[in-house]
């Protein structure tokens, strides 16, 4: 379910500088992900674009959640005797990873270094990042139309009748 907010508003609030460089953007996200919300646009330029925006959920409410993991990880830690798992350790990755997920500069850099690696590939298609209107809660990438790999992995090969 996605954050309700007034997408140019909430860019705005956030010191986006960049609003003028899209002829439009819609104002309901067509996916959502636990981070990220995904909308689509059109630059002056003509090209269709997609805008990751992270969730303002996201940001209000995660690294209070993470607080209050590390002080239940902590104190599972202090009553499993056994210690099989190291309950801090698992929490540092976890709280790791999720930094890493909201990083949209890091994302940015890498999906152009993915760009860059598979432009000329036959089969492999990777969006084109735009990192002058891309910043640390705003992704911008080419709109490619076709199926996600989720689609893809979750269609069922058909079995053929047997001969």
């Known amino acids: 379910m996605p954050d309700p907010i007034d997408l140019k508003a909430y860019l705005r609030s956030m010191k986006y500088s960049q609003l003028s460089s899209f002829e439009y953007l819609e104002d309901t996200p067509f996916a959502t992900g636990s981070f990220g ?7 002056k330029t003509g090209e269709q674009v997609v805008m990751k925006i992270l969730r303002p959920s996201v940001i209000k409410y995660l690294k209070y959640d993470l607080r209050l993991l ?5 104190g599972y830690s202090m009553l ?3 210690e099989m798992m190291d309950f801090m350790q698992i929490y540092r ?8 997920e909201i990083d949209y500069r ?7 270094v993915y760009y ?5 590939h036959p089969e492999v298609v990777i969006p084109k990042t735009y990192p002058l209107l891309s910043n640390n809660i ?14 893809v992995l979750a269609v069922q090969p058909q079995s053929s009748p047997a001969p």
């Open 116 to 120: 860059d690696t598979y432009q000329n």
């Open 37 to 43: 919300q995904l909308y689509r646009g059109q630059l």
């Open 80 to 82: 499993d005797s056994d």
């Open 138 to 151: 705003v992704l911008v990438q080419e709109y490619i139309d076709g199926l996600s790999m989720t689609k």
């Open 106 to 112: 890091r994302e940015c850099e890498l999906g152009q």
């Open 70 to 74: 590390r002080v239940l990880c902590s």
């Open 93 to 100: 990755e976890f709280r790791r990873t999720c930094f890493e």
